[in-house]
């Protein structure tokens, strides 16, 4: 798995600088760039948390912001802001940005958001993880199984599913054991557990 980096973007080399040594000190891993473009632009595994000045050349910190949610970046964005910029902020927030710091900001303060971007950028990929590895587990079924597992997750008692499926409860059964195996479940519990991380449209269909 890939290391997790503060990705600290400003076209000021000495906040860059003055950045990196904060960070750094902190334990963080860090990755510095001068302008948003050359951010994009590295194809170093993005994991981690984004701080971004918002007043850049070519790309602000808020086009930056939106640039990566339209190419599905999973980066907790901090903003840094000059004075007068907090209207700009605020539109960053309402674009997913988690904090803003008005420069200059106390560097406990930054420290505080970064180590707080980072636990939620762990968390969301944690739960990445989880929906990759429930779908995987949902495409090993065949097509019937799909069909049986939907209504048992439903609610439905196996007469029920035989019924509508036009097979016998016998042959329910034996979909439902081979289902309880395939999806490494021990009870119907799971079942639905592993349906809604694959698939969290599923908790809005109507339950028959």
Do not use: W
């Not at 503060?6 to 960070?23: C, E, G, K, N, T």
């Not at 903003?79 to 420069?103: N, R, Y």
């Not at 900001?105 to 420290?111: A, D, N, Q, R, S």
């Not at 990445?128 to 065949?142: F, G, I, M, Q, Y």
């Amino acid at each position: 798995m890939s290391e997790d980096y503060v990705f600290v973007v400003d076209d000021d080399a000495d906040i860059r600088d003055s950045m990196r040594l904060l960070l750094e000190v902190a334990g963080f891993k860090v990755r510095s760039y001068n302008s948003a473009k050359h951010f994009l632009a590295d194809e170093h595994p993005k994991h981690g948390c984004l701080v971004a000045d918002i007043r850049m050349p070519d790309m602000s910190g808020l086009e930056l912001q939106l640039e990566v949610i339209r190419r599905h970046i999973e980066l907790p964005v901090i903003i840094m802001t000059g004075h007068g910029d907090v209207p700009l902020a605020v539109q960053a927030m309402k674009a997913g940005a988690i904090d803003f710091l008005e420069k200059p900001f106390e560097e406990e303060i930054m420290l505080t958001s970064v180590r707080r971007a980072m636990e939620i950028g762990s968390r969301a990929r944690g739960r990445a993880e989880e929906a990759k590895a429930a779908k995987d587990l949902l495409s090993s079924l065949t097509p019937r199984e799909r069909s049986v597992l939907e209504k048992l997750v439903q609610g439905q008692s196996n007469k029920v599913v035989a019924f509508e499926l036009g097979i016998s409860p016998r042959t329910v059964e034996i979909h439902r054991a081979h289902i309880m195996d395939k999806m490494e479940a021990s009870s119907l519990s799971d079942l639905v557990r592993v349906v809604l991380t694959a698939e969290p449209e599923f908790a809005g269909r109507t339950i028959n």
